[in-house]
């Protein structure tokens, strides 16, 4: 983290040098084989971050591990939740992250096929998620390309009201998930716009001005443009 004069505040993902780490779990830094990683110790492979209306930071740290960890604004550990798997509290690749205004955690979880929201605190280590975005439901791996469908999710990034948008990498596409009157989403709902294709059955990549190949990350400003 820096401060507006770029000076180094603190860092994330290494030991202060007077503190002793336990010893690392089988599979290298930072990494457990089932992915949970260890709080006290380097990430592994990190691939987003995020933060929430209180400055808390929550990082992925998706490629070597599978898990998202919480710390303070000011760098201090808090919890991680999250391992390899299929189910509700797990994930395979963490691609991208992003916090809504009511804290809930947003996860696209790329080797699942789907995107993961969940509570703004677990209270345990692969604690349910509170819905899936991707997929009609948990454990289910289908990378079709449909308006309920995706393939390796990577970015994420809402709208001005609220709205999810997710980078579709495979298809070569961004959904537009649109929250319910409740601001509630349902299990396996169908994306309501598709950027990038003619429909919702389209993947081919592209260089034109209708076309995306490969998008990653995403965001949005303060008029509703998508980047």
Known sequence: KFDPQGRVLFLLGRKPESVDNPPRPAGGAGAAATGEGAPQDVFNRPTDVAWD?????????GLGNARVAKFTKDGV??????FKG????????????QIDAQGNVYVADGGNHRVLVCEPIPT?????????????????????????????????AFTV????????I??????LFRKSLTGQYTNGQQASVVF????FT?????????RFAAPMHIATDTDDRLY
């Open 86 to 97: 299929t189910g509700e509290g797990q994930f395979d690749v963490v691609r991208g992250i």
């Open 161 to 168: 009201e609220g709205h999810m948008l997710v980078s579709d």
């Open 202 to 210: 389209g993947s081919a990549g592209g260089g034109d001005e209708t």
């Open 53 to 61: 209306a209180q400055g808390n930071i929550f990082v992925a740290d």
């Open 196 to 199: 990038g294709q003619r429909d």
């Open 77 to 82: 550990f808090v919890k991680s939740w999250g």
């Open 124 to 156: 345990a280590n692969g604690a349910s998620a509170i819905q899936v975005l991707g997929q009609s439901g948990f454990n289910i791996k289908i990378n079709d390309a449909t308006a309920r469908n995706m393939a390796r999710p990577y970015g994420l």
């Open 170 to 175: 495979a298809h070569n596409r961004v959904l």
